[in-house]
């Protein structure tokens, strides 16, 4: 079992910028992937952002693409995502996710999920 906890969401101006952190703790691989997701009110749960743990690529979303920034701290096995020029079309609850292989960004595709953490862009 892996189990996932994020942290560093919340209230920002349009502009703004914020930062989550996702801790996983439990079972490792020796190949996985972790991404980050969000789903806003009335909508699917869409793909941000995910890295390659071993190798360190990435992958964004074409929506974030130049905003966002997804690394990690393989000493403290957490993943963060730097969120810069924040919009109001940002405003979701973001999770964090894991899964064996290689980056898909695809949600059922990933086999862990944590709580989820809101982040609210005001005008």
């Known amino acids: 079992q892996v189990q996932l906890v994020e942290s560093g969401g919340g209230l920002v101006q349009a502009g703004g910028s914020l930062r989550l952190s996702c801790a996983a703790s439990?079972?490792?691989?020796?190949?996985?992937?972790m991404g980050w997701f969000r789903q806003a009110p009335g909508k699917e749960r869409e793909f941000v952002a995910a890295?390659?743990?071993?190798?360190?690529?990435?992958k964004y979303a074409d929506s974030v693409k130049g905003r966002f920034t997804i690394s990690r701290d393989t000493a403290k096995r957490t993943v963060h995502l730097q969120m810069n020029t924040l919009k109001t079309e940002d405003t979701a609850i973001y999770y964090c996710?894991?899964?064996?292989?290689?980056?898909?960004?695809?949600?059922?595709?990933?086999?862990?999920w944590g709580q989820g953490t809101q982040v609210t862009v005001s005008s």
């Open positions: 996710a894991t899964r064996i292989g290689e980056i898909t960004t695809t949600p059922n595709h990933y086999d862990y």
């Open positions: 890295l390659n743990w071993n190798l360190g690529s990435t």
């Open positions: 439990g079972r490792t691989f020796s190949s996985y992937a």
